[in-house]
C-alpha cells in the first residue's frame, strides 16, 4: 500500500497495467491490475 499523498506520478505503461513513483524515491512500483481504475486517464 502506498498513501496518495506519497505518490508523485502515475503512468499507464499499457491498456491494462500502471505504475507509480513515490516522492523521495527513483523506484517505479506496478500497481495491481485490480487497482487501476481507481487512477483517472
Known amino acids: 500500500m ?3 499523498k ?3 506520478t502515475a503512468e499507464r505503461i ?3 497495467r500502471m505504475q507509480v513513483l513515490v516522492r523521495g ?3 517505479k512500483l ?3 491490475r485490480t487497482f487501476t481504475y481507481l ?3
Open 2 to 4: 502506498v498513501n496518495v
Open 14 to 16: 499499457d491498456a491494462e
Open 6 to 8: 506519497a505518490i508523485e
Open 25 to 27: 524515491s527513483t523506484e
Open 30 to 32: 506496478p500497481v495491481s
Open 39 to 41: 487512477f483517472r486517464d
